[in-house]
């Protein structure tokens, strides 16, 4: 059984930073791609970014140039670090694993999801 644990959620206000991290309890983490999504109240879940086994990366266009995702293989963990964040950032953000190498920004394309951290950026 396969484990996405989140955490680094929390209360900011508007221009702050905060850094996600969704820890794996996978071997085989170094070869599946992960994602991040978000789910707002009221609202379907979103795309936010995806990188592959290899670190590519892919980036809801909202996000563009504030949030980086990257990863760290050897500790089975991937990070979201979020600057400039705005009130419109606020939502629930979900970790997901792919069980294959390539990424995707289709939700249905991952096998795998985390219980979530929440983030709230206040104006």
């Known amino acids: 059984q396969v484990q996405l644990v989140e955490s680094g959620g929390g209360l900011v206000q508007a221009g702050d930073s905060l850094r996600l991290s969704c820890a794996a309890s996978s071997r085989t983490f170094s070869n599946w791609a992960m994602g991040w999504f978000r789910q707002a109240p009221g609202k379907e879940r979103d795309f936010v970014a995806t990188?592959?086994?290899?670190?590519?990366?892919v980036y809801a266009d909202s996000v563009k140039g504030r949030f980086t995702i990257s990863r760290d293989n050897t500790k089975n963990t991937v990070y979201l670090q979020m600057n400039s964040l705005k009130p419109e950032d606020t939502a629930g953000y979900y970790c997901a694993a792919r069980i294959f190498s390539s990424a995707t920004t289709r939700e249905y394309e991952y096998r795998y999801w985390g219980q979530g951290t929440q983030v709230t950026v206040s104006s």
């Open positions: 990188i592959s086994s290899g670190g590519s990366t």
